[in-house]
C-alpha cells in the first residue's frame, strides 16, 4: 500500500505492451491494486493503469462520483479492470478534451469511439461485462491504451488542440 511515481511521457515502459495476469488471487496482484488507488487518489485522477507507475500488466482502474479534472462529467463506477477487450459498437466518435496523469499540466482533444463494448474480470475473476457510451467509454478507451503502449497524443489528429490546460482552459485552473 503505497503512492507510487508516476511515470512520465517519454519514459519508454509507457510505450510497451502489456502481458496479461494469469494469476488474479495472486497476493501481488492484490498489492499493485491497492498501489494503484493509493496513487490515483492521490493524484485526483479519474483512472490509471498499471504501466503509469511500471508495472507491464494488463490492470486498470478508474471511476469517480465527481471529479475536479473534469467538473462535467457524469459519474462512473468505481471500477477494477484485468485483462480487459474493448470493442468498438459502430463507428460514432466523439471529440473532446483530454488529460492523462503521465503528461501532466496538459489537454487535448482526442478522437474516441462514442459507444463501445468492453470486457474483462475484477479482482476476484468475476467477470465484467459492459456496455457504455460517452466520458464512460472515454476513460475506458484512455486506460486502456496505456496497456499497448498508446498515450493519448498518440490518437490525436489536430496537434494545434494540444498544449498546457492552463492556457487552453483557464477555468480549469488545478494542475493536473
Ligand atoms: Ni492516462
Known sequence: MAVKTILRMGDARLLER????????DSAIRGLIQDMFDTMENAGGVGLAAPQIGVGLQVVIFGFDRSERYPDAPPVPQTILINPVITPIGEDEELRWEGCLSVPGMRGEVPRYLHIRYQGFDEQGNPIDRKVESFHARVVQHECDHLIGK???????DMSRF?????LLPEMTQET
Open 151 to 157: 498515450l493519448y497524443p498518440m490518437r490525436m489528429r
Open 18 to 25: 502489456t502481458q496479461p495476469v494469469t494469476n488474479i488471487h
Open 163 to 167: 498544449g498546457f490546460t492552463d492556457v
